[in-house]
């Protein structure tokens, strides 16, 4: 009896071990002219590759498509790619920015423009979403975006928050739903965004991430201008990532010639810094390529008098630039369609998507407002291969812009669940979308199913064990 059962569950065993959950992947990739197309084109596994050397000239074509947004018209919903299933997670938000998940699961809001940062937490009793107001512009926020929990790991003290002009802390431990108290001024050693025209520049978004070992605070702060056309422009400390000590001291430049890293976030196995990039306006509907990059220390990346590497912007005299810049300006990672307008990023870190996703970046593309065919309005699938970036990005979900042209949703914050799904801030229809996959493979593997079957596997080797030594 023994024999026959040990027998019967080393198959067992083996099978699981073996079973993998399906990849989703895309079909061919677009290179060259084929990958600047437009929303038309656009589809749930539309993969892109666009390499510097595909630019056109600079000034080929200049528009304003700027156009108001249509309320989400009846029965419509974003695309996602096969397996996917989309769902409405929150809406009748303020205007919805950027999104982070909380160690316990928590998922927090910055609504910018509200001067306030809301809490979702899903109620197991009813399965309803919950909604609190966890800080105010009482407590201390000023056109808050970036948010982040120190130190890294399961048990944070603190939750830091970038304002425009300011980054600020609050004690918090896992499961508040309301600021113990007004928030502590970390530093104000950033340039304030706040009264400035955002038409053209004046980028006003501060994100915020700590490195993988808790010891710095590396901040995003964009440019005051598109260009610094003009010799009084005051760019000091913008168009970068500044480092700071944890409690807002010591600040150096980590990272130069970015114009708007409007999200960062710190890749979970290598500990690198990535950043999801808006490059500047006004040379053709198809520069500058926006971009998604892995950032290392001392890097510049070309901004004002550079783009793409050594490609000089036209609008700067070629004697302009400080000597030897030329030659440090850097191609980053992974070129996105000009205009696309590339905010949050976040790593897939969750268990219930298929393997191949994991550790690729997802980017939120807020759309065109200067490009004659509308590009963006999705989120994209950043592809990764042992912690760098492969050049290919991957439409994930589309369908924010009618077959009319009509603009309906404009994805701004991306984050991953503790269930695995990846929730979408839109603040065209001023909602939060849910992803999550279910799908099966040949073998009807569940997603679920699959997150956990390390547990059924190691539960049946130690249960032939039991039966091997009876």
């Known amino acids: 009896m023994q024999s026959r059962l040990s027998n019967c569950l080393v198959p067992i065993i083996f099978g699981l071990f073996c079973c993998t959950c399906p990849a989703v992947t895309g079909g061919d990739i677009l290179t060259g002219q084929s990958a600047f197309g437009d929303y038309t084109q656009d589809a749930p596994g539309v993969r892109r590759k666009i390499l510097a050397t595909d630019l056109p000239p600079p000034f080929t074509s200049w528009v304003d498509t700027s156009q108001p947004l249509i309320p989400r018209p009846e029965n419509v919903f974003p695309q996602v790619p096969k397996d996917f299933v989309v769902e409405l997670f929150a809406d ?20 910018s423009f509200a001067d306030k940062i809301t809490l979702f937490r899903r109620n197991t009793t009813t399965g309803h979403v919950d909604k609190f107001v966890y800080a105010t512009n009482d407590t201390g926020l000023q056109w808050p975006f970036g948010i982040a929990f120190y130190p890294p790991g399961p048990n944070p003290t603190h939750i ?15 499961g508040d739903v ?18 400035i025209l955002l038409t053209g520049g004046g980028h006003w978004t501060r994100d915020i991430a700590f490195t993988k070992d808790g010891q710095a605070m590396l901040v995003s702060v964009g ?13 000091t400390d913008r168009a970068m990532i500044l480092r700071f000590n944890v409690n807002g001291t010591n600040k150096t430049q980590y990272a130069t010639g970015i114009r708007n890293a409007v999200g960062i976030g710190i890749h979970p196995e290598t500990g690198d810094l990535w950043a999801s990039v808006n490059e500047r306006d006004g040379l053709g509907d198809d520069l500058v390529p926006d971009y998604v990059t892995r950032v290392k220390e001392g890097e510049f990346y070309g901004w004002p008098w550079f783009y793409m590497g050594k490609n000089i912007d036209p609008r700067h005299n070629i004697t302009s630039y400080p000597p030897g810049m030329l030659e440090k300006s850097r191609i980053p990672d992974v ?24 550790n690729d970046v997802f980017a939120a593309q807020h759309g065109s407002w200067n490009r004659k065919k509308l590009t963006g309005y999705k989120v994209v699938r950043v592809l990764e291969e042992n912690g760098q970036a492969t050049g290919v990005y991957e439409d994930f979900v589309t369908g924010f812009v009618t077959p009319e042209g009509k603009v309906w949703g404009r994805p701004v914050g991306v ?38 079957r390390h547990v059924i596997v190691i539960f049946l080797i130690m249960l032939l064990a039991f039966v091997r030594s009876q």
């Open 415 to 452: 984050t991953i669940a503790h269930d695995g799904s990846l929730l979408i801030s839109d603040d065209g229809s001023n909602s939060i979308w849910r992803v999550w996959y279910n799908g099966t493979d040949t073998n009807g593997c569940l997603a679920q199913y699959c997150s956990n």
């Open 92 to 111: 009748d938000l303020d205007h919805p920015r950027l999104l982070r998940t909380a160690p316990n699961g928590d998922i927090f809001l910055a609504e």
């Open 335 to 358: 070129l996105i369609q000009a205009h696309s307008a590339s905010l949050q990023m976040s790593f897939y870190t969750g268990k219930t998507f298929p393997k191949e996703y994991v």
């Open 160 to 174: 830091y928050v970038a304002n425009t002009a300011n980054i600020i802390r609050f004690n918090y431990s896992n």
């Open 178 to 195: 309301v600021a113990r108290g007004p928030g502590e001024i970390v530093t104000e050693q950033i340039p304030s965004g706040r009264m």
């Open 223 to 235: 440019s005051l201008t598109n260009v610094q056309a003009k010799a009084d422009d005051n760019e």
